[in-house]
C-alpha cells in the first residue's frame, strides 16, 4: 500500500512527464508572458511609475497562469480518465497536492523567462519581488486547481474559470503591488502567506466533494 507522499510525487511526476511530452502547455506559456512584456514595454510611456510597472508583471502573471490552469486536468478530460484517477487507491486531496505541484512548475518555469525580461525592460527585480512572487504563486496554484477542476465538469469550462479564477485572486495582485513597491513589504508579505495558509487549507479539505459531485 502506497503513502501519501508517494501518490503526490507518482500523480506530479505524470503531469510533468505528460507536459514535457506533448509540449502544450509550457510554451504557450512563455509564449504569453513575454509577449505581454514586449506588449507593455512599448505601449508605456518611458516615465511611467513604478507601482505601474510592478502591477503590469502581476497581470501578466495572473493571466499566465489562468493559461496554464486551462490545461490543468486536460489530459484527464480529454481521455475521459477524470473519473478513473477518483477510484484510484489513494487520498483525493493527493490529487489536488500533485495538480497543485505540477501547476507551480510550469508556473516557475514561465517566471523564470519572464523576471529577466521584465529586469530588461523595466526595472531591476528586488527581493521584495522575488518573495511576494513565491508567495502568490503559491496562493494561485492553490486556489487555481480547485477551480480548474470545478471549470472541468463544465461545459462552460473556457468561460466558468476565469470567471471563478480572477475574482479569487485580486488579494494576491493587491498584495503582490504592495509588497513589491511599499516601503515596509512585511505586512503585505504576511497577507499573502494569510491568503496562502486560509486558501490552501479550504482547497484541500474541499477538494474531494468537488470531483466526486
Not at 96 to 111: H, N, P, R, T, Y
Request: hydrophobic share 60%; net charge negative.
Amino acid at each position: 500500500m502506497t503513502t501519501y507522499p508517494a501518490d503526490v510525487v507518482a500523480l506530479a511526476r505524470k503531469d510533468v512527464l505528460l507536459e514535457l511530452r506533448s509540449r502544450d502547455t509550457l510554451p504557450a506559456m512563455l509564449l504569453f508572458v513575454v509577449s505581454v512584456l514586449v506588449v507593455f514595454h512599448f505601449a508605456l510611456p518611458t516615465d511611467s511609475s513604478e507601482r505601474a510597472e510592478t502591477g503590469l508583471l502581476w497581470i501578466a502573471i495572473v493571466f499566465t497562469a489562468l493559461l496554464g490552469l486551462t490545461r490543468a486536468f486536460a489530459a484527464e478530460r480529454e481521455q475521459g480518465l477524470l473519473d478513473g484517477l477518483v477510484l484510484a487507491p489513494c487520498d483525493r486531496s493527493a490529487i489536488w497536492l500533485a495538480k497543485v505541484i505540477s501547476v507551480l512548475v510550469f508556473l516557475g518555469l514561465a517566471e523564470l523567462v519572464a523576471l529577466p525580461a521584465f529586469a530588461l525592460f523595466f526595472q531591476p527585480v528586488s527581493w521584495e519581488l522575488l518573495a511576494a512572487i513565491f508567495l502568490a504563486d503559491l496562493g494561485i496554484a492553490a486556489v487555481g486547481t480547485l477551480v480548474a477542476a470545478i471549470a472541468a465538469a463544465s461545459r462552460a469550462r473556457e468561460l466558468l474559470l476565469p470567471l471563478l479564477f480572477l475574482p479569487l485572486v485580486i488579494p494576491v495582485v493587491i498584495g503582490g503591488v504592495g509588497a513589491s513597491v511599499a516601503a515596509n513589504p512585511a505586512s503585505f508579505l504576511g497577507f499573502l502567506a494569510l491568503y496562502d495558509g486560509i486558501f490552501a487549507i479550504l482547497s484541500w479539505a474541499s477538494f474531494e466533494y468537488v470531483v466526486t459531485e
